[in-house]
């Protein structure tokens, strides 16, 4: 199983990203999908998953209205579509996938994880 992140990079604040995660190994439509986050210092903390298929999807409060997380499923592939970013939103933006139907947005609920892709908001 492997998951490839990408779509990083250095934006202005107020600007916008995409991250995706494409997989290899696995169908993501058969599993609980999440991306996470991790600032310097800091512990990885859920920022947007997507449950039962895409039937509930869970958004962490500071990136509601902002953050939106999607799926292709030809593509194989999760996207975390970023707007009105903040410097706060500074981080390494990880992709995971967890087999355990737990409806949790926390990283012991997930088995396998992409690279990272930083996210730098500067101006």
């Known amino acids: 199983v492997q998951l490839q992140a990408s779509g990083g990079g250095l934006v202005q604040p107020g600007g916008s990203l995409r991250l995706s995660c494409t997989a290899s190994?696995?169908?993501?439509?058969?599993?609980?999908i999440g991306w996470f986050r991790q600032a310097p210092g800091k512990k990885r903390e859920g920022v947007s998953c997507?449950?039962?298929?895409?039937?509930?999807?869970y958004y962490e409060d500071s990136v509601k209205g902002r953050f939106t997380i999607s799926r292709d499923n030809a593509k194989n592939t999760v996207y975390l579509r970023m707007n009105s970013l903040k410097p706060e939103d500074t981080a390494v933006y990880y992709c995971?996938?967890?087999?355990?139907?737990?409806?949790?947005?926390?990283?012991?609920?997930?088995?396998?994880w992409g690279q990272g892709t930083l996210v730098t908001v500067s101006s």
């Open positions: 995971a996938v967890g087999s355990l139907i737990a409806h949790l947005c926390i990283p012991p609920a997930y088995d396998y």
């Open positions: 997507m449950f039962g298929g895409g039937e509930r999807l």
């Open positions: 190994g696995l169908a993501l439509d058969t599993y609980e």
